[in-house]
């Protein structure tokens, strides 16, 4: 039996799926991440890989590595490399519960990315089963930390990935079901103003608000946008006193560049902001960056075998680079041969309207399968 014919079951498959949806684990939660990575390895020990918790660091959940018996066991082989972490807060199930409608499943992380990592799992299951084996030996690393920049975790992954044949990442699909196979880089950087404190009421005219200094700041950096280079706030934190002028503001900023040179171009346009203006201090950090991940022959190689897979199997399979940061930059910028987003497809990812397409649970399981026993 061909692994792409392999009996995947929708129904079995969401039924295993669903504890790992309702077990929430958002990144900065260390203890929950945790838990949802002693649930995976349970069930990743139950289909007979050996298991290892890897402590966590920098604040956050731990990681697990789990390999597969095999002959050739150490040397290079497959890794598949996803995150458990997700966007989702403790208590978003009570607005997003776990529900089956119109053959869509929802639920906080289903398609990013826990619907892909257990699919990937159901994959190794059935090929077990059905007494095939890999030619390579495969490994499966789940990380805490990715929905942040992979502050914590980017050594452990590239460690991981070093050396291998291939690396599979089952990010979700690209919006048209397509696959990833380069990304552009993400740089993210911390805002700082720093201002003059007074009361809001008798003595505002004495203050210099590190508040309203940020705001004007904010469509500054917004307004540098362009088609290569993308600059977006997402997160802003200042004041406890409406009395009061506040003396401090922090943001975060997430900018996308298409090349290295965009990217070196919105790192130096970020830094020459920095600088004192009407009384208020304004000071730039970079933070996590994701490397520019551009197609390389090897990468290309294997999304053709996963093309011809996907026509077995009865669909065409696309590819495209993204501009959406994932693991995946970090791997390929190292020129190993990988191949990123042929996870579920779906809707909605970090909102309340995340779901996946069910269909496409066995439709990507035999996807999965199809790789693992094909490449050598």
Request: proline share 6%; net charge negative.
């Amino acid at each position: 039996m061909s692994a792409v014919d392999l009996p995947f079951d929708a129904e079995e498959m969401l039924t295993g799926l669903r504890p790992w949806i309702e077990c929430e684990s958002p990144t900065w939660d260390a203890g929950a991440v945790s838990r949802m990575m002693d649930l995976a390895a349970r069930d990743l020990s139950a289909i007979g890989a050996t298991v290892e918790t890897v402590p966590g660091t920098k604040g956050f959940g731990t990681s697990i590595r789990a390999t597969f018996p095999h002959a050739d066991q150490g040397k290079p082989g497959i890794l598949v490399s996803g995150h458990m972490d997700t966007v989702h807060p403790v208590g978003t199930l009570e607005k997003l519960p776990f529900r089956v409608q119109d053959g869509k499943a929802w639920g906080p992380g289903i398609m990013d990315m826990k619907g892909g990592n257990y699919v990937f799992l159901e994959a190794m299951r059935q090929i077990a089963r059905a007494g095939l084996t890999t030619p390579l030996p495969v490994t499966f690393l789940f990380t805490p930390d990715e929905e942040v920049g992979t502050p914590a975790t980017r050594g452990l992954i590239e460690d991981a990935a070093r050396g291998q044949r291939a690396v599979l990442l089952p990010e979700p699909a690209l919006p048209d079901g397509g696959a990833v196979i380069g990304r552009y880089a993400i740089a993210r950087f911390d805002l700082l103003t720093h201002g003059r404190p007074s009361h809001a009421g008798w003595a505002l005219k004495d203050g210099r608000s590190a508040i309203a200094a940020m705001a004007r700041r904010i469509l500054q950096i917004e307004a540098m946008t362009t088609e290569d280079c993308t600059f977006s706030v997402g997160v802003i934190h200042a004041g406890q006193w409406v009395n009061c002028v506040a003396s401090e503001c922090r943001a975060e900023v997430l900018s996308m560049a298409k090349t290295q040179d965009d990217l070196d171009r919105g790192v130096a346009a970020m830094l020459a902001l920095q600088g004192e203006r009407d009384g208020v201090e304004f000071t730039v950090t970079r933070g996590v960056t994701r490397p520019v991940w551009e197609p390389q022959p090897g990468t290309m190689a294997l999304y053709d075998l996963a093309r011809d897979l996907s026509a077995q199997i009865g669909f065409d399979l696309s590819s495209d680079r993204s501009g959406g940061g994932s693991d995946g930059n970090f791997i390929g910028a190292m020129g190993v041969p990988t191949l990123d987003s042929i996870g579920v497809r779906g809707r909605g990812l970090h909102t309340l309207d995340e779901h996946i397409e069910i269909d496409s649970l066995p439709e990507r399981a035999r996807l999965a399968a199809g790789l693992l026993t094909r490449i050598t």
